[in-house]
């Protein structure tokens, strides 16, 4: 058995070729530990991680606080099915409430009376949505062009990239795409046939591109008038990754009717939420379900980072090290803009990046070629983004010697 692991680990890309699908091509590294922002690959080799698993460590690898919380929920329930109540998935629902926020007494009310049903995924956080804009009783649906769902095939009609798509039409049907942020396009598109407007307050896969300022509110409007559920995405912007608890925060009294987040909840662990407000609250007994959801363990870890991010005032660090990034990539000659917020940046170059960050000792992404993608722990430290700021300018240094 030693021998076969120890096999397993030299070859570990032949292994990987012949024992999993070919859907993510063969990956450069093979990780195999982590600790805060710095992960070791299989040869030794540590890179600081400012990419998070594409947003999900909100509090980096290994945390203390999450690793004692699944250690103890493991040790006294696993797992319960969807036929029973356990205390975390009550505690974490009735949280997630409580960081929708007050903006007023209507909005306060709203709060109270918001529901949730959890999953285990951003795109199935998403096909709940899904459901609930079909038991309106509607069929037409607005999403964003460009925008990104999810993969399932649900939220796959959902996502306007049609490259995306094309290898399994037919999808489901009634979906129309708007230019994302263009609020007069969406207007003529709206009718009182609509059941549901969906957009990410930030685009993410798409180069991290920001609802722009006002439009959010204007969504808001335009639902109201034609009695459309609103439902926005925080599946990557939500957990305090823009600075507040939900990228639509960022603008002033607007509350969605429908909510879904994933990917940063969990802290690693996989867990979906969808939260609906009383308007949005149409699917009844029976009507969907999920095995997983719900989880002792995944809500455990849910708690233990809302616990963390409150504790360690976590949303006034993103603020801090978004700003610290800025200023130190700002005045780089590669560097176009960054825009974003929090710690959800775009890094937008002159020109394509083509050198590979890991030769840096770097996690990233490019979500477009030009465009570089920065979303590290919550908690990353001023010291940890000085050193991500001067590898990201020797690389973009390096790579725009190339290009001359």
Not at 199 to 216: C, K, N, R, Y
Not at 248 to 271: N, R, S, W
Request: some cysteine; charged content about 20%.
């Amino acid at each position: 058995m030693t021998q076969n692991l120890e096999n397993a680990t030299n070859d570990w890309q032949g292994h990987w070729n012949a024992a999993l699908f070919e859907t993510y091509g063969t990956p450069p590294r093979e990780l195999v530990s982590g600790r805060g922002t710095i992960v070791t690959d299989a040869e030794g080799n540590e890179y600081l991680d400012l990419l998070s698993g594409i947003a999900v460590n909100a509090l980096g690898h290994a945390h203390p606080a999450i690793v004692d919380a699944v250690t103890n929920q493991i040790a006294t329930l696993s797992h319960t099915s969807n036929l029973f109540a356990h205390p975390q998935v009550i505690k974490l629902a009735e949280r997630l409430k409580g960081l929708l926020g007050v903006q007023s007494g209507e909005a306060a009310e709203a709060m109270a009376g918001a529901r949730v049903f959890f999953s285990n995924s951003g795109a199935e956080a998403n096909e709940a949505a899904f459901k609930i804009a079909r038991a309106t009783g509607k069929t037409k649906i607005l999403a964003a062009e460009r925008g990104f769902h999810g993969r399932t095939m649900g939220a796959l009609a959902l996502t306007g990239q049609p490259d995306k798509q094309e290898a399994f039409k037919p999808l489901p049907g009634g979906v129309e795409y708007y230019p994302y942020g263009d609020i007069k396009a969406l207007r003529e598109m709206a009718d009182d046939d609509t059941a549901a407007i969906f957009l990410e307050s930030i685009q993410g896969e798409t180069g991290v591109i920001p609802a722009p300022d006002g439009f959010l509110a204007a969504v808001r409007e335009l639902c109201d008038a034609h009695d459309i559920l609103m439902v926005v995405d925080e599946v990557q912007a939500g957990m305090g990754r823009t600075g507040q608890w939900f990228g639509f925060q960022h603008e002033a009294g607007v509350l969605p009717d429908v909510i879904t987040m994933a990917k940063g909840l969990g802290g690693g662990l996989p867990i979906g939420a969808t939260l609906a407000l009383p308007k949005a609250q149409l699917l009844a007994k029976g009507m969907h379900g999920t095995t997983f959801g719900g989880n002792p363990v995944v809500c455990a870890a849910a708690n233990a980072v809302i616990d963390t991010i409150e504790a360690e005032d976590l949303l006034a660090n993103v603020a801090t090290q978004s700003q610290a990034i800025r200023d130190g990539l700002a005045d780089h000659p590669s560097v176009q803009t960054i825009r974003g917020r929090g710690l959800m940046l775009g890094i937008v170059l002159d020109a394509p990046l083509n050198l590979d960050p890991l030769d840096y000792g770097l996690i990233i992404n490019k979500p477009q070629p030009d465009v570089i993608r920065l979303v590290p722990p919550l908690n990353i430290s001023a010291d940890e983004v000085q050193r991500g700021v001067t590898k990201i300018r020797q690389m973009l240094d390096d790579n725009r010697a190339q290009n001359q």
